[in-house]
């Protein structure tokens, strides 16, 4: 008998449900919010109103795109966090709806597991190769990142992990001090192609092991960009290619050199990212040189399974039904996990 999940995600500003049937997504539905654009970042409150807005008819399309009726399906997984805690809730609360009207086990997931697990969701068509354990996994996303072996489909540990803002909170603060829109990654992504990434330098901070700082970046680019304005008040427009291919430039070196550093430390040469962060066009060509060159065998996940969805949930949730991990209706959201 086939197994059906229904995943849920909220914890940021996406709305997303997500059908699997024994490991094969069948239908995968987001909501963005746009609202958030005119403040330059997530305004917690207002996605927590757009989410009860959202889910109903998000996890409607989910269902009915897969082909499947709801008594199908065989458990809820959702997202427990990190993230914010009022659209969590709202993820949380319909999942626990949704199982106890039919009668079927809920599963919280954490978002990080979901992000490293979708290099296991598997397609109709056109399936990628899937990496061995244990693997390494750099994960990247607005609010994480972590270097993590992952020893088994829910057994992780983590190596390094940043000491203060993440990658992808370090590509969005970057594009909003040159005035690009939230979020900044993709936009920066895109200009950059047109830039010289050797154009400006920025400092590489130094920090032990395989743990990243990226504050002092977006510190030095403040001031960079401040100081510059002050001689040019077009600088900012006239250089906006180049300043986007150089911090993006700055920022892939940092997780470059950190990847390859617990590639050597660990021995372990099956390597794959995950989260939003890598989507970047110029992290994936980079290390599909570096793999090339240190013969690791790179798992690059598909750029829609990169940032937020719910099919990384739903897989997570179907993974945990394998191994009979069921939640209680008792079962809160957290905002922050202290171990993964
Ligand atoms: O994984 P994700 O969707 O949400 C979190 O769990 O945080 O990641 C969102 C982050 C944002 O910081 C966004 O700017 C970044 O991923 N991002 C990118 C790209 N696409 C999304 N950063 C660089 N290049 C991109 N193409
Ligand atoms: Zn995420």
Same mark, same amino acid.
């Given at each position: 008998m086939s197994i059906i999940i229904l995943g849920i995600e909220s914890s940021c500003d996406d709305t997303c449900a997500a059908i699997i049937r024994d490991g094969i997504l069948l239908s995968n539905i987001i909501a963005g919010q746009e609202i958030h654009k005119q403040y330059g970042g997530v305004v917690p409150e207002l996605a927590s109103r757009a989410h009860q807005q959202n889910i109903i008819p998000v996890v409607d399309v989910a269902i009915r795109s897969a082909g499947i009726s709801k008594s199908d399906i065989k458990a809820v997984a959702f997202t427990r966090g990190p993230g914010l805690m009022g659209a969590l809730l709202v993820g949380a609360s319909f999942a626990k709806g949704f199982a106890l009207s039919m009668n079927i086990p809920l599963i919280a997931v954490n978002h990080l597991h979901g992000h490293i697990l979708v290099h296991f969701i598997k397609e109709k068509e056109n399936n990628a190769q899937q990496p061995e354990f244990p693997f390494l996994c750099l994960l990247v996303s607005g609010g994480h990142t972590q270097l993590i072996v992952v020893r088994g489909f829910l057994h992780f540990e983590i190596i390094g992990t940043t000491i203060d803002d993440a990658a992808g909170e370090a590509y969005d603060k970057c594009a909003k001090i040159i005035g690009l829109d939230y979020p900044g990654g993709p936009a920066i992504d895109k200009y950059a192609k047109n830039g010289d990434e050797k154009k400006f330098t920025f400092s590489i901070p130094s920090v032990r092991g395989l743990n990243f700082s990226f504050s002092g970046l977006k510190t030095n680019f403040l001031y960079f960009v401040r100081d510059r304005l002050k001689q040019d008040k077009n600088f900012v427009v006239s250089s906006r290619d180049n300043l986007c291919a150089s911090i993006q430039y700055t920022i892939n070196k940092i997780l470059c050199q950190k990847l390859q550093k617990a590639v050597e430390q660990t021995g372990i040469k099956e390597v794959a990212i995950a989260g939003?962060?890598? &989507?970047?066009s110029a992290l994936r060509s980079s290390l599909k040189i570096l793999s090339a060159k240190n013969d690791w065998n790179l798992y690059l996940p598909k750029p829609m399974f990169t940032?937020?969805? &719910?099919a990384m949930i739903a897989i997570t949730g179907y993974y945990s039904y394998l191994n009979k991990k069921f939640d209680s209706l008792e079962i809160t959201p957290v905002a922050k996990y202290f171990t993964l």
């Open positions: 939003g962060v890598a &989507a970047n940032t937020d969805n &719910a």
